[in-house]
């Protein structure tokens, strides 16, 4: 059972593709706020709350799912995150991320899973079941989140370096 196309469907697919559109900012590298890095999970966890929060019939094994993917998202993501190289400026909260490409195909596969479930209230049949749609999203916000946090915690304990040049400021 599907719920006929609504507000939060549409809600759904815009917070994916800003959660795509931050996690591409800093795929390509650069320096950023050291607070931007948190952007994509929380719009990531958002994401997948909402799905979650729209499987019809909710039983103990789709919310263990739910749960399993996050974890699982989330030890992946935490690793990839600690073993990401960055640079950071203490005095003015600057990280500089590295090039990839993990978080564009993390966040673009949160776009499609908020795509898949918004046909499936468009056709008012499951395209996929809504649970596993669900765990793909709490899949891909346990990877972003917890990626975040370990770029987050290597920023905070690597030594500073200076990214913000205040002759070339004025």
Same mark, same amino acid.
């Given at each position: 059972?599907?719920?006929?196309?609504?507000?939060?469907?549409?809600?759904?697919?815009?917070?994916?593709?800003?959660?795509?559109?931050?996690?591409?900012?800093?795929?390509?590298?650069?320096?950023?706020?050291?607070?931007?890095?948190?952007?994509?999970?929380?719009?990531?966890?958002?994401?997948?709350?909402?799905?979650?929060?729209?499987?019809?019939?909710? $039983? +103990? =094994?789709? %919310?263990?799912? @739910?749960?399993?993917?996050? /974890?699982?998202?989330? &030890?992946? !993501?935490?690793?990839? *995150?600690?073993?990401? $190289? +960055? =640079?950071? %400026?203490?005095? @003015?909260?600057?990280?500089? /991320?590295?090039?990839? &490409?993990? !978080?564009?195909?993390? *966040?673009?596969?949160?776009? +499609?899973?908020?795509?898949?479930?918004?046909?499936?209230?468009?056709?008012?049949?499951? &395209?996929?079941?809504?649970?596993?749609?669900?765990?793909?999203?709490?899949?891909?916000?346990?990877?972003?989140?917890?990626?975040?946090?370990?770029?987050?915690?290597?920023?905070?304990?690597?030594?500073?370096?200076?990214?913000?040049?205040?002759?070339?400021?004025?």
């Amino acid at each position: 059972m599907t719920a006929p196309v609504s507000l939060s469907n549409f809600l759904t697919v815009a917070a994916a593709i800003v959660c795509l559109w931050t996690i591409g900012s800093q795929s390509s590298g650069g320096v950023v706020k050291l607070w931007r890095l948190a952007v994509p999970p929380c719009l990531a966890a958002v994401v997948a709350l909402v799905l979650l929060a729209g499987i019809f019939n909710a $039983t +103990v =094994a789709h %919310d263990v799912e @739910w749960a399993v993917a996050a /974890v699982l998202g989330g &030890v992946i !993501g935490r690793t990839r *995150g600690w073993l990401m $190289t +960055v =640079a950071s %400026d203490q005095r @003015w909260g600057l990280v500089r /991320v590295p090039r990839t &490409v993990d !978080g564009l195909i993390v *966040g673009f596969g949160l776009v +499609v899973l908020a795509m898949i479930d918004f046909a499936s209230a468009l056709l008012e049949d499951a &395209v996929v079941d809504a649970q596993h749609v669900a765990a793909g999203a709490a899949f891909c916000a346990g990877y972003l989140g917890l990626r975040a946090l370990g770029m987050t915690m290597r920023a905070v304990r690597t030594p500073h370096v200076e990214l913000y040049d205040t002759e070339s400021a004025r």
